[in-house]
């Protein structure tokens, strides 16, 4: 694993990772959890009750800025790569909405040998 600087507003962080992608893509699920507040929202569907809980915080308030500049040599710089800040918390969410289906499967929706059963 190769070592990344990662810069995004007054936030820095050193990470080792397989990709610089991977790094700033590890660097906002960081802070994601960190800074995590729950909010609910309540709404009746045709069934009943729905009760959603969704993650939301403020890139300003945890010192994030829209992008991620990665760099394997110093911080402030970019020869890495740089990253939309916004993309990469669409792609966190996505990867924890299927990590939660994934462990949340009944068990007799999966095969014997691990693979799920559409």
Same mark, same amino acid.
């Given at each position: 694993?190769?070592?990344?600087?990662?810069? @995004? +507003?007054? $936030?820095?962080?050193?990470?080792?990772?397989? *990709?610089? &992608?991977?790094?700033? /893509?590890?660097?906002?699920?960081? #802070?994601?959890?960190?800074?995590?507040?729950?909010?609910?929202?309540?709404?009746?569907?045709? @069934? +009943?009750? $729905?009760?959603?809980?969704?993650?939301?915080? *403020?890139? &300003?308030?945890?010192? /994030?800025?829209?992008?991620?500049? #990665?760099?394997?040599?110093?911080?402030?710089?970019?020869?890495?790569?740089?990253?939309?800040?916004?993309?990469?918390?669409?792609?966190?969410?996505?990867?924890?909405?299927?990590?939660?289906?994934? /462990?949340?499967?009944?068990?007799?929706?999966?095969?014997?040998?691990?693979?799920?059963?559409?």
């Amino acid at each position: 694993m190769a070592k990344y600087y990662l810069s @995004s +507003g007054p $936030l820095q962080r050193i990470v080792d990772a397989d *990709s610089a &992608e991977n790094a700033a /893509l590890w660097l906002v699920y960081a #802070v994601h959890q960190q800074c995590q507040t729950l909010s609910t929202v309540s709404a009746t569907s045709q @069934s +009943g009750d $729905l009760t959603i809980h969704s993650f939301h915080f *403020s890139n &300003e308030a945890v010192g /994030l800025g829209r992008k991620i500049r #990665v760099s394997e040599t110093a911080f402030e710089r970019s020869e890495a790569g740089e990253f939309s800040v916004e993309e990469l918390q669409t792609e966190v969410r996505l990867l924890q909405y299927a990590l939660n289906r994934f /462990l949340n499967q009944d068990a007799t929706t999966a095969s014997p040998e691990g693979a799920l059963v559409g």
